[in-house]
């Protein structure tokens, strides 16, 4: 997985529609350990893959079907699922603060509408960023999807909103 | 400029105004924050981007920015009570205005400090933000670094939404409330369908400043980034003789142009649930009726406004509870209109627990959660499994009125046999 030349390929966790962000961390749990992110990471997606922390690689992706994300503002969600160690989600659509605390954090969110649908757990993805295409390698199926703005683009590149701001200048955005 | 605008809608209006030059819908524009808010559930990731990230101690805000206790207030755990502490320290040291425990639930709390008005764009770092737009500003959620960026640039980006007319016809029935009108709409457009939509309210003369928060409320749950309400006269006179405020007018032009156009028809309406596991599984009360509850929670953002407390002691005066009913109003400013209107009262007698101002039970945090095997019947906004307490409770969703006649039976009740 490197950011860096846009391209990004893992094995897949498949998940299906409407994940919300009580799915991937619960509020109960996200109010227990509310000053230290790193301590929820037990409880990341904890009823839809029980154990996922200590299955997960670094480098996996998600692929989940539409509405990836509803519900809270919680932006442990996101960065749960990036401390974990996975790369990016492909999903059919995003919610829209989820997808914008993805982006602000540096993990790259595509939608797609072929690959979540021929997608199988285990598969092995590859994302090109900047051709914006994803890739299923065991399916052998290439999926063409709408390019990112040229902001969100640059917030990836650069890791974060942050890290934009700090590298580039308040007027960056 | 102004004139320029008078035939497009109210998100674009708000939106141009703020930017300087005509937006539309799809354009990713940079805007000027006018309020900026977080809570205790999400304030400590903006204290950890502030120092950590950033490197921060001090800053200057660039715009209004409000810290809410308000998830867990008063602190329920030591975890709860080091967030406040933090949060306490920031805002002393940053000019950041502190609304502690107590004082109440931040999208209620916000439009009772004027600190929203029309024409204001609002990021707030909770999903519920929306609920400002029944003040005629264009209101939307966002995360902690979003957050943090409009605190320290006083601006921020976001994408201009495409806006979706709903007209209101006719009116309300006896029993059915905003928050029928509100999982109506949630039942019609379902879960997450209108990201990158704007919704603008049409016609909502015969609907009050709370009912209309807990439309906008709701509209979180559709996923819109804004729902807007237009200034009329019920709006200004909220402004003038709650506030002492005269404000901007936000209406949209006669020919203002929607991707789309949905009529409800307020007498056909009939008091609704949401049942689980969806916030989207939206049925008649009816369908639901004799279904039995082990806890009733009237309260929430969405929820624990003057009228829904008063409302439910209309229904409870002289009744009593079968089942544990839990009351939380939404802010103090509420408690202490409804203690003085005497609804406390009827509703202690009638064997409720009033508790204080704070998000309460909704978000699963404290104050009333379910076991499993567990049902409630829940005035607040969401029902995702697990969401009030164990994976294997339930939580159906409904108004006050019909949260309050379920209290009495024990079982899902409709209202109108009730007023």
């Known amino acids: 997985m490197t950011v860096e030349n846009y391209v990004i390929r893992g094995r897949v966790w498949k998940l299906g529609d409407n994940i919300t962000t009580d799915h991937i961390i619960s509020g109960k749990h996200k109010f227990a350990f509310i000053d230290d992110v790193n301590k929820m990471l037990p409880y990341l997606f904890e009823e839809v893959i029980p154990g996922f922390i200590n299955k997960v690689s670094p480098g996996d992706i998600i692929v989940a079907g539409s509405n990836f994300g509803i519900g809270s503002s919680r932006e442990q969600a996101p960065r749960l699922i990036k401390l974990s160690g996975i790369s990016a989600i492909v999903a059919k659509n995003f919610a829209r603060i989820f997808y914008r605390n993805s982006i602000n954090i540096g993990l790259p969110l595509i939608e797609a509408r072929v690959i979540p649908d021929i997608t199988d757990n285990g598969d092995i993805i590859t994302i090109d960023l900047k051709k914006s295409m994803v890739i299923n390698e065991t399916k052998n199926v290439i999926e063409q999807v709408k390019p990112f703005p040229q902001l969100v683009l640059n917030i990836l590149l650069n890791g974060g909103i942050i890290n934009l701001l700090k590298n580039k200048g308040l007027d960056a955005i | ?419």
């Open chain 2, 1 to 419: 400029m102004k004139k320029e605008l008078a035939n497009h809608t109210m998100t674009e209006q708000i939106l141009s105004l703020n930017v300087g030059r005509k937006v539309q819908p799809g354009d990713i524009v940079t805007v000027k924050v006018d309020l900026v808010y977080a809570h205790d559930g999400t304030a400590p990731l903006v204290i950890s981007v502030i120092k950590d990230e950033i490197g921060l101690e001090r800053f200057e805000p660039k715009t209004i920015v409000a810290f809410f206790i308000d998830h867990v207030a008063p602190a329920s755990t030591v975890n709860s009570a080091e967030v406040h502490r933090k949060m306490r320290l920031l805002a002393k040291n940053n000019g950041i205005n502190l609304y502690d425990v107590g004082r109440g639930i931040c999208h209620q709390v916000a439009p009772e400090e004027g600190l929203v008005r029309p024409g204001y764009v609002v990021f707030g770092a909770d999903s519920h933000t929306t609920t400002l737009g029944a003040f005629s500003s264009f209101a939307t959620g966002v995360g902690s670094t979003d957050a943090v960026v409009a605190m320290l640039l006083g601006k921020n980006w976001l994408k201009v939404p495409e806006p979706v007319k709903i007209k209101f016809e006719g009116s309300m029935q006896k029993g059915v409330m905003g928050k029928d009108i509100a999982l109506h709409l949630v039942g019609l457009f379902r879960a997450g369908s209108m990201t990158g939509k704007s919704l603008e309210f049409d016609n909502v003369d015969s609907i009050s400043i709370d009912s209309r928060m807990t439309i906008t409320n709701m509209a979180a749950e559709v996923d819109a980034d804004a729902a807007i309400m237009p200034t009329d006269k019920k709006l200004l006179n909220y402004y003038r003789f709650e506030l002492g405020m005269e404000v901007e007018h936000i209406t949209p032009g006669p020919r203002a142009e929607y991707a789309d156009t949905v009529i409800v028809e307020l007498n056909n309406l009939d008091p609704l649930v949401s049942a689980p596991p969806n916030v989207d599984n939206v049925h008649a009360v009816t369908e639901y009726e004799g279904v039995e509850v082990d806890q009733v929670f009237i309260g929430s953002c969405t929820n624990g406004r003057l009228e829904d407390l008063e409302i439910a002691a209309r229904i409870l005066n002289g009744r009593k509870v079968k089942t544990r009913c839990i009351v939380i109003p939404a802010s103090i400013r509420v408690y202490q209109k409804a203690l003085s209107m005497g609804i406390i009262d009827v509703l202690i007698k009638a064997g409720c627990v009033v508790g204080p101002p704070t998000c309460g039970p909704c978000v699963g945090a404290h104050l009333g959660l379910l076991a499993s095997g567990e049902t409630a019947l829940s005035t607040s906004n969401r029902n995702f499994p697990g969401r009030m307490g164990h994976k294997d409770s339930k939580v159906f969703l409904a108004s006050p009125a019909t949260a309050a006649a379920t209290a009495i039976n024990g079982k899902i009740t409709d209202p109108r046999g009730y007023l």
